[in-house]
């Protein structure tokens, strides 16, 4: 099958404890796309500035990512400036200039209209909305949000939510959602407003999938010693986790359970570099090397 | 095989935002035995005074704790009086009164002395050193401590722990030991002062088993929504951990893993309600079943 992604695509400088980058490539809708391109056809639908590397456009090629929804504006690639203390769950703005990414509308090339799997990845909700308008009713549609919308755009994100099958956020994104901080009964108060999934993620404490019958399973993150910078591992978690249900194309529990895994596995090798270094040069066979030892940590 | 446990036992205040209770069973100790107690055979050393109330005495007794080594002193029982905020993983001190627990010197009765698990429950590290002095040489040592004791008796707690197998302690207590805030890198650097085998809990994200190899086992915590007080949570795991050593009193890293397992286990059942309420309430079924159903939850 084949999964449909729309999101931002930007230039990141980041900071952590562990070194500075510069204008490394960044976006949801980036680290999306390349975790879920070694599982599934990937097509891209972002917008940049004619500012945008050459480089990276061909390092997403590389990747066999559908670009031909990729937009180049006339103006500047939407940037990030980041840094990361020795907590690496909370990431402090330095900048963000929107740039072309303010005034984006989502085209969907026609040939893109009957994707099965869809991501909306955290963009305002209202783009979200007419993306769904815009597509023919696909199999599976995931989406992301963040406390901003959750605070400004509350009535468009629930207009959204019911229109979702899987709704992947942060744990403090699902606490203030739900004004619940218990996480079972923060997603009962979410499964009330539309979706049947959700994930929650949990920063180095991994993530939760959890079922609207309140069934659930829980995903620690793979500890690892050689962490340099989290910017993209919960857009890589879902890139892992919608593409690995793209390429079986199936939905039962036991899939979406192993989908949470493949989410977990390809979120640890992108904190392992800075921007997606590590997860281009990934090899299939490094995936499946680290689930079976994730496996041998876990079960029991 | 039986368990040497010495430790505190304490009266209680707690406050959380699901209630109050005042004067509730409390103590390190206290939590570990009751938990241990379902599987092999406990024997506590501690201190009460006269004040302590006879129902939490005949409550020990009838979990089958030997109290032989139980010293009643002149004065009163050390008290505890805390409060927990929305993140349940941070307790707030409001008052502890030592009290006899001041002047505790660990006497350990001569049948006790060959007991082959022992576990020192967080106390004073010179005191730990003087019970690891008065007993047999026994099969394997565990033992807790805390920032307190890092902070003002460091050399105490080295000389400890190089005469100790198993190192359990919370996320932040090894960060501040080791200066590192990787948790496997810290575990290296306290491997490198003598534990072979090194647990840390990290609150309501479970906890990490980690062997001087570097290998690891991570065990989530059991999500729930009945969370009321996560006082003693931390001791009823290590209790669960070595009781179930004690009780299979083999050492292999399977058996290890397993004994992980239910110390989440017990942990998980200690934070459903106000002081060893619901440890005190269960049966060993409701253990067995809460292992599948956490299994379920894990493994894929």
């Not at 030892?293 to 079960?299: A, E, G, L, M, V």
């Amino acid at each position: 099958m084949s999964l449909l992604v729309v999101g931002s695509v930007a230039i990141d400088s980041v900071e952590t404890p562990f070194g500075k980058r510069e204008a490394v490539l960044g976006g949801s809708a980036t680290y999306f796309s390349i975790s879920a391109s070694f599982f599934t056809n990937v097509k891209l639908v972002a917008v940049i500035g004619r500012d945008f590397p050459k480089k990276y456009i061909l390092q997403l090629e590389a990747r066999g990512i559908s670009l031909d929804g990729l937009e180049v504006s006339k103006g500047k690639t939407f940037r990030w400036k980041g840094k990361y203390e020795h907590d690496l769950n909370k990431a402090n703005t330095i900048y963000t200039k929107l740039n072309v990414f303010k005034d984006f509308s989502p085209k969907i090339p026609y040939a893109y209209k009957k994707t099965p799997y869809l991501f909306l990845a955290n963009i305002d909700p209202e783009l979200q909305l007419n993306v769904l308008k815009n597509v023919d009713s696909p199999r599976l549609v995931a989406c992301d949000s963040m406390n901003f919308w959750i605070a400004n755009k509350l009535n468009a994100l629930k207009k959204l939510l019911k229109n979702v099958d899987v709704f992947i956020i942060n744990d403090s994104e699902a606490r203030l959602l739900s004004r619940e901080s218990n996480l079972l009964k923060a997603s009962r108060y979410i499964f009330s407003l539309g979706p049947k999934r959700l994930i929650i993620k949990r920063g180095d404490s991994g993530a939760i999938f959890i079922k609207n019958d309140g069934s659930f399973f829980n995903s620690p993150a793979y500890l690892m010693e050689n962490i340099k910078d989290p910017t993209g591992a919960g857009d890589s978690f879902a890139g892992g986790f919608i593409g690995y249900l793209s390429k079986t194309n199936e939905l039962s529990d036991k899939a979406m359970k192993q989908a949470v895994i493949y989410g977990t596995i390809m979120a640890s090798f992108c904190v392992q570099d800075f921007g997606p270094g590590r997860l281009i040069g990934l090899r299939p066979s490094d995936i499946e090397k680290r689930v079976r030892d994730y496996k041998d940590c876990i079960c029991f």
